[in-house]
């Protein structure tokens, strides 16, 4: 008799956001650029960013112990930490093995893994394997991005979207029918040019002149990124849904990458789904990337949107290009 | 159903507050009369390919300037 597949449940969630926050008003002064345009062309009214000295560390292991606490669970009992980043403390090592440090863990296996927006729901669906496959018990999963170092300060259309945070989860096995239903995820290496950060690797070490040309920074085609992101996260929701064998008036909530409001309303549009089952707070945080997601699922929970036996999904689409997304019976 | 009304459905999917069915004219221009923005391109685009089961370029794009020429390109496209 075959045994049931070991679905992975969330059972801990934190948050960790700097203190300081960045107006829209205070962007409009700073770069010449209209408040009200900013809201208007992405929902963002305020985003927060870290101060010089905090990197993705220092709000990843704030997260990590929030998560921890929140789950009762203790930093000894982690059997690995994943790290979804962009750009993490340094090129190398891994955040996640400076994260392992700080938490007072000994031992166990801690990787970075990049897959920018889509980082977190890739870090959630690597971890499941190995709690599906019975390898590990309890899995502290991480996103973690600082917007605010990686954007070119003079390039309004990107200045604007990206934000500072981390989000953190543990893992561990759910009991029957509940935890993680079903995951897709997928990338097309052809949209690679649509966002990214082209200097810092192998292929184009940074330079004073690449320095002074940005190209250390984000470069973005937004309207590229627009089309693809408001198709790919309907289509991968809709995949994730039909593989769960879960219909869309049953989904009680979808926490989208909160990248722009418009690609969210635009992709529900497309996805006939209705607004207010979508979780949104990009108005007060901006696109904080690979932390979106899981400190927007932290506020639905914290706030009783998410209640046990819920339908959630968490969708996320990102530079690469990639995409990815998660139905889960929650409890 | 005529081309014509394809495109204002398709034009009123993108939920415009200040766009109702009667300002879906043939000689109504998308960005000036319309006020449609980049964005809102980046949508139209994603709807258009969905509709008519093709690609969409951006060169093609371009050429989308008034609600004549939408209905002229899915007309094109619909032939094909």
Known sequence: MSRERVNAAIVGVGGCLPEKVLTNEELAQMFSVDAEWIEQRTGIKERRTADASQAASDLGVVAAERALAQAGISASEVDLIIVATTLGDMQTPSTACIIQERLGIKNVPAFDLSAACTGFVYALTVGAQFIANEFYRTILVIGVDLGSKMVNWSDRDTCILFADGAGAVLLRPAKPGYGFLAMQIGADGSGSRSLQIPAGGSRMPVTPEIIEAKLNKVCMNGFRIFSFAMKKIAEVTEQALTAAGIRKEDVNLIIPSQANLRIIEASMRLLEFPMEKVMVNLDKYGNMSAASIPIALGEAVADGRIKPGDVIVLTGVGAGTTWGSIVIRWG | ?80
């Open chain 2, 1 to 80: 159903m005529a081309t014509i009304d394809q495109v204002r459905d398709l034009i009123l999917k993108l939920k415009k507050k200040n766009i109702t069915a009667a300002d879906i004219k043939p000689e109504a221009r998308l960005v000036q009369d319309l006020k449609l923005d980049s964005l809102d391109f980046a949508e139209l685009l994603v709807l258009t390919e969905d509709a008519l089961a093709a690609e969409v370029t951006h060169d093609d794009l371009k050429q989308l300037t008034t609600i004549d020429s939408v209905v002229a390109f899915f007309d094109q496209h619909a032939k094909k």
